[in-house]
């Protein structure tokens, strides 16, 4: 089971989506049979297993093995992933571009970047796992408390100096062997975590 999972698939993101098979996921942290699932969600169980082979179809859940039970074989299932990101490929015509809104201090600019952001780093995912590889990536996450919107915008400023020149520093556009990456920096209002 992968700690998180990127769907780029419009049709798994729908499966997905629907309210007791969101529910069936979640409950699928640990291998169950369409008969436990049932008791804990309070469905049929010919219903769970509909859901279920949805699931399946769609690579959301996995069959981890089979039990013979007397004259029945029940399926332990379990989700492929512990949470899951719906990629904009998902909804291909309409994912937002940072192009369209080229504004660097606009809040839709950020969040187009972020869903470029889901799109690329979910392809390239889907593409190491196909090639039994790794993926070379690094975030940093933190969080900064302004006093003032000018020491906000002072942060801003000399934060772009310092990426502008450590990727000046690094960038070398005649290394033949060498391979680009994407550099992503966001800053925005802390949201608070629900408990």
């Given at each position: 089971?992968?700690p998180?999972?990127v769907?780029?698939?419009a049709?798994?993101?729908?499966v997905?989506?629907?309210?007791?098979?969101a529910?069936?996921?979640?409950?699928?942290?640990?291998?169950?049979?369409?008969?436990?699932?049932?008791a804990?969600?309070?469905?049929p169980?010919?219903?769970?297993?509909?859901?279920?082979?949805?699931l399946?179809?769609?690579?959301?859940v996995e069959?981890?093995?089979?039990r013979?039970?007397?004259?029945?074989?029940?399926?332990?299932?379990?989700?492929t992933?512990?949470?899951?990101?719906?990629?904009?490929?998902?909804?291909?015509?309409?994912?937002?571009d940072?192009?369209?809104?080229?504004?660097?201090?606009s809040?839709?600019?950020?969040?187009?970047?972020a869903g470029r952001?889901?799109?690329?780093?979910?392809?390239?995912i889907?593409?190491?796992a196909?090639a039994?590889q790794?993926?070379?990536?690094?975030?940093l996450?933190?969080?900064?408390?302004?006093?003032?919107?000018?020491?906000?915008?002072?942060?801003a400023?000399?934060?772009t100096?310092?990426?502008?020149t450590?990727?000046?520093?690094?960038?070398?556009?005649?290394?033949?062997?060498?391979r680009s990456?994407?550099?992503?920096?966001?800053?925005?209002?802390?949201?608070?975590?629900?408990s």
């Amino acid at each position: 089971m992968f700690p998180v999972a990127v769907i780029e698939d419009a049709a798994a993101a729908e499966v997905s989506l629907d309210p007791v098979r969101a529910r069936l996921l979640a409950e699928l942290a640990e291998p169950a049979s369409a008969t436990m699932l049932a008791a804990r969600v309070g469905l049929p169980r010919q219903k769970v297993n509909y859901h279920l082979r949805a699931l399946e179809s769609h690579g959301l859940v996995e069959l981890v093995e089979e039990r013979r039970k007397g004259n029945v074989t029940e399926r332990m299932m379990r989700a492929t992933a512990a949470s899951y990101v719906i990629s904009p490929t998902a909804l291909a015509a309409v994912q937002p571009d940072p192009a369209r809104s080229p504004d660097r201090l606009s809040a839709r600019w950020l969040l187009a970047v972020a869903g470029r952001l889901v799109r690329d780093v979910g392809l390239l995912i889907t593409g190491a796992a196909k090639a039994k590889q790794r993926l070379a990536t690094f975030a940093l996450d933190g969080e900064v408390r302004f006093a003032t919107a000018a020491d906000r915008a002072a942060f801003a400023e000399e934060l772009t100096a310092a990426v502008t020149t450590l990727v000046g520093k690094y960038h070398d556009e005649t290394a033949e062997k060498g391979r680009s990456y994407r550099v992503v920096v966001a800053v925005h209002p802390s949201v608070p975590e629900e408990s």
